[in-house]
């Protein structure tokens, strides 16, 4: 028997949550467009699959870099794809038309550079503004003047006007409210579509709802909120992290376990050992108590989390026997209730996803990629 972790990516789930986005998106308007965010290899998720098992129906893609936009196209991806923080150096700008990719515009270099490099192929430019996050984008008073400047150039086909959202994840939050209408204030007049929200914004602010929208982590199914929120009720988690369980002993109360001796037994406990560990994405920080779901029942993950192994508290659970699979996040137990344990975020639970081998399943069959 191989090593039992694994990724299972249910694609089904990829796309009933990306319509959620698609019916959030049209709450405001008719014809609200969604790029679907596909950074960082689809946050863990595989961007190739993801792309692929979304192509029927997403209005765009979103990636970080030349290289994953690439990657998609190579794999017959034919929509737009944007790249979030444009190019790094104007040699990448014969690819970005060639191959009709999106690009963000966010400081006065890449303006610059776009106007020394004619392309043959008209590009479409998303320029941001930094409405109040302070980091990537144009100064709100910088920003109708650089809109001028790429609506002089013959190879720029559109501009949309784009900032991003710092706060978010908290609803009825001032500071949003501020970006909102410094944004407002300095695009007014200017024509063109608009983009503004990432998956918190487009589930918080009806006034982020824009002609373009950005979710990411909303697409894989896990909440971008800190605490717990309605909308977890409408999202199917698209990634189940599985392994087993490898050995079980009974140790006596008082007995420490693992690196550190970090946890002590106060009673006499029937320990589990699992093969996963933070080689394979699982945080190290899981603090004792993380949640683990052992026959669908929920376990304590104690002591210190190693790299191949961590071990749990079965004693709750007594019909457990070695080879019983478990759930490290999934349908049950979400990514974001697990990141809190860790004092993380899923975002960073599924981007440290690593070694362990990833399955694809769509309507229960399994589809090569
Ligand atoms: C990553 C990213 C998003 C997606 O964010 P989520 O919180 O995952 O929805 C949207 N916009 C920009 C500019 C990003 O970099």
């Not at 098992?53 to 997403?58: K, T, V």
């Amino acid at each position: 028997m191989s090593r039992p972790a694994k990724a299972v990516i249910n694609l089904d789930a990829l796309q009933h949550n990306y319509q959620l986005a698609k019916s959030l998106a049209n709450r405001e308007r008719t014809n609200g467009k969604v790029l679907a965010v596909v950074k960082a290899d689809a946050y863990g998720h595989g961007a190739v699959a993801c792309a692929k098992a979304l192509s029927g129906q997403a209005d765009g893609f979103a990636v970080a870099c030349i290289e994953e936009a690439l990657e998609l196209r190579s794999t017959g991806i034919q929509q737009p794809i944007l790249l979030l923080e444009g190019f790094f150096e104007a040699i990448e700008l014969n690819e970005i038309s060639r191959h009709k990719l999106d690009i963000v515009v966010q400081n006065p270099e890449q303006l610059t550079m776009l106007e020394q490099s004619p392309q043959p192929e008209p590009v479409r430019v998303w320029l941001k503004m930094d409405s109040g996050m302070h980091r990537a984008g144009l100064l709100p008073q910088d920003f109708r003047a650089a809109w001028m400047r790429l609506d002089a150039l013959p190879w720029v086909s559109d501009i949309v006007m784009m900032t991003h959202l710092a706060c978010a994840d908290e609803s009825d939050n001032g500071y949003t409210r501020h970006q909102l209408e410094v944004f407002e204030q300095h695009t007014l007049g200017l024509p063109g579509e608009r983009s503004i929200a990432n998956s918190a914004g487009l589930v918080n602010y009806h006034q982020a709802r824009a002609e373009w929208n950005r979710p990411g982590l909303l697409l894989y199914g896990a909440s971008p909120f800190e605490t717990v929120h309605p909308i977890e009720q409408q999202l199917q988690p698209v990634m189940e992290l599985h392994s087993a369980i490898i050995s079980i002993k009974n140790i006596p109360a008082g007995s420490p376990v693992g690196y550190g001796s970090a946890w002590t037994s106060q009673r006499a406990t029937r320990q589990g050992v699992v093969a996963i560990g933070y080689a394979d994405g699982y945080p190290r920080h899981a603090q004792n108590g993380t949640p683990i779901l052992v026959k669908g029942k929920r376990v304590p993950v104690i002591g210190r989390v190693s790299m191949d192994m961590l071990t749990v508290d079965l004693t709750d659970v007594p019909q457990a026997r070695p080879g019983d699979s478990v759930v490290l996040w999934g349908k049950d137990l979400p990514a974001a209730e697990v990141a809190r344990y860790a004092s993380t975020i899923p975002y960073q639970l599924f981007c440290n996803l690593n070694r362990v081998p990833v399955e694809y399943a769509q309507s229960s069959i399994a589809v090569d990629v």
